[in-house]
C-alpha cells in the first residue's frame, strides 16, 4: 500500500538515498539536504510502502524579481523522485496530487516547476510568460491554484539559494 505524508526528522538518510537512486547524482542530494539544514521547505512529502520511503517531493518558496505589489504566495515544486523499482507504478503522480492539494490548503496562489511538459501537463501544468533563473522557455510551468492570478505579472521567478549553489 502507498502512503504519502510529510517528512519527518528520521526520514532524512531514506529520503537522500532514494533521491541519489532516481538521479544517480548527488545534486539534489545536496540541494535538498541544505534546504532541509535552512529550513527552507514549505512542504517535504514522502511516498512510503511497507514501512520503506520511495519517493519524496519538495516544495519551496518562489520569489518575483522585481518584487511584484500584489501579494502572491508561490511555490516551485521539486526535485521530485521515486526510487526507480517503484517508478511507472503511479507513486509520482499520488506525490504530485498530493502536493497540489496540500498547496492548495496552504493557500498557495500558484506553483511552479521546472520539467518534461510532456509529463507535467496531465496534472494541469501549462507554459507560462513568467520569466525564470535558468533561461528555459517551455520546461518551466506553472499551475494557477487562484485563477489569472498571474495574468498581469512581469517578472521573473527564483527559486531559493539553495538551487544554484547545490548545482541541481
Ligand atoms: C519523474 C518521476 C518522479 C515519475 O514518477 P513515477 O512514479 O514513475 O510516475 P508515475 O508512475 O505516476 O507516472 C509514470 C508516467 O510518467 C511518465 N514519465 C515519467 N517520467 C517522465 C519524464 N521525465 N518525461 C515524460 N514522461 C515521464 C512515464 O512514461 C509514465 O507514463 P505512462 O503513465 O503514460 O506510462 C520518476 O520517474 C523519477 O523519479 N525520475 C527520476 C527523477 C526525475 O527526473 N525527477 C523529475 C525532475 S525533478
Not at 511538459?117 to 520546461?139: C, M, S
Request: net charge negative.
Amino acid at each position: 500500500m502507498n502512503a504519502i505524508r510529510h517528512e519527518r526528522p528520521r526520514d532524512s538518510a531514506r529520503i537522500d538515498s532514494v533521491i541519489l537512486a532516481a538521479f544517480g547524482s548527488m545534486d539534489e542530494v545536496k540541494l535538498v539536504q541544505l534546504v532541509r539544514a535552512r529550513g527552507e521547505a514549505v512542504l517535504s512529502l514522502v511516498a512510503e510502502r511497507d514501512d520503506e520511503i520511495i519517493g519524496q517531493a519538495l516544495l519551496t518558496p518562489i520569489i518575483l524579481k522585481p518584487a511584484w505589489p500584489a501579494p502572491l504566495r508561490l511555490f516551485g515544486l521539486g526535485p521530485i523522485s521515486v526510487a526507480p523499482e517503484y517508478q511507472r507504478a503511479g507513486v509520482g503522480s499520488s506525490l504530485m496530487h498530493a502536493a497540489i492539494e496540500e498547496s492548495r490548503t496552504l493557500e498557495a496562489d500558484a506553483i511552479f516547476l521546472l520539467g518534461d511538459p510532456g509529463y507535467y501537463e496531465r496534472f494541469g501544468f501549462r507554459e507560462t510568460h513568467i520569466g525564470n533563473e535558468y533561461g528555459v522557455t517551455r520546461e518551466f510551468m506553472v499551475l494557477e491554484l487562484r485563477e489569472k492570478c498571474l495574468r498581469d505579472v512581469r517578472a521573473t521567478a527564483h527559486y531559493v539559494a539553495a538551487f544554484g549553489e547545490a548545482g541541481a
